[in-house]
Every structure is written in C-alpha cells, then in structure tokens.
C-alpha cells in the first residue's frame, strides 16, 4: 500500500532553514521520480523540486532555485527538502508525490515563516 509521510515542519523566521522529509514506503521507490509541492492557504498546489530515482537529477521552481535543495535516501525509501534562507513567501503546507503514483497524497507538513 502507498503511502506518503511528510514530517519536518515548523515554524522559522525569515533567513532560517528547515529540513522535510518524505517517507514513502509500499511502491518501488529507488525507480520514481518523487516530487516536492506546496500550498499555501488560498491558493493551488505548486511543483517545488523533483528528483530522479537515482538522485542524479533534479529541477527546481525558480522561486526557489537556489535556496532549496531536494535529496533521497533510496536505502530508508526518504526523500528531503533542505529549504534555506526562507522567506515570507515560502509558508505553506509542504507535500510529497511520486510520479508513479500521483493520486497518492500524505498529509503535509506546514511550514510557517515570520519574525
């Protein structure tokens, strides 16, 4: 069974960093490209970064470039978002996907940023 679990959230002031994390255990993981959206109240869900199965590519919104950086651990079935330097326009609920399974959806994490 798929199953996604986003963890890492909280709250951080402008400048800061957090790490998420995805744990996503019931599919073939080290083979899918895992994905990394946001939303923020109001407003639609948006692709932050991707990464292939291997780790050895990955593309970034260029809101973030720069800033963000997504990683995997094929061995645990853990994918990462390293999110430095946030800003005022980075909160929202933070969520990961597979490709391969993209009717599939954990609960998010929320990522709150204010001083």
């Known amino acids: 069974q798929v199953q996604l679990v986003e963890s890492g959230g909280g709250w951080v002031e402008p400048g800061g960093s957090l790490t998420l994390s995805c744990t996503a255990p019931?599919?073939?993981?080290?083979?899918?490209?895992m994905n990394w959206y946001r939303q923020a109240a109001g407003k639609e869900r948006e692709l932050v970064a991707g990464?292939?199965?291997?780790?050895?590519?990955?593309n970034y919104a260029d809101s973030v470039k720069g800033r963000f950086t997504i990683s995997r651990d094929n061995s645990s079935n853990k994918v990462f978002l390293q999110m430095n330097k946030l800003k005022r326009r980075d909160p929202a609920v933070y969520f990961c996907?597979?490709?391969?399974?993209?009717?599939?959806w954990g609960q998010g994490t929320q990522v709150t940023v204010s001083s």
């Open positions: 996907n597979a490709v391969s399974h993209r009717g599939y």
């Open positions: 990464i292939n199965g291997s780790g050895g590519a990955t």
């Open positions: 019931g599919f073939a993981f080290s083979s899918t490209w």
